[in-house]
C-alpha cells in the first residue's frame, strides 16, 4: 500500500512535469501554426503506445525523442521551433495525422 502510494506521488510528478513541458514549449508561444513540416529528428527514438479519439484503444508507434518543426505563422513568416520530451510526441502524433496516418 505504502509503495503504491509512492508510485502515485511519483507519477503525479511526472505528469506535472510533462504539462509543464508542454505548457512551455507550446501553449506559451500560442499562435495558429500552417503547414508544418518535421524538418530534422533526434537520432534517439522509442516505441510507445498511443491512443487516439479517432480510434478505440492503443496501437504500437515510434517517437523520436526531439524534433524540429518548421511552419509558417498566421503573418505567413517562416519560424523554425525545436521540441522536446511529450512535447515532441504529441507534434509528431498530430503531423501524422495531416499525412492521413491515424498512429
Ligand atoms: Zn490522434
Redesign the pocket.
Known sequence: MHGRRTGSTSCSRKLQRTKSDVYDQLISKPGRKFNPQIIGRSETFFDTK??????NGTRKTRRYHSIEVLYMNRNFRQKMRTLEGFTAQIVQ??I??TKGI??
Open positions: 498511443e491512443g487516439c479519439l479517432s480510434l502524433h498530430e501524422d495525422h491515424l498512429i
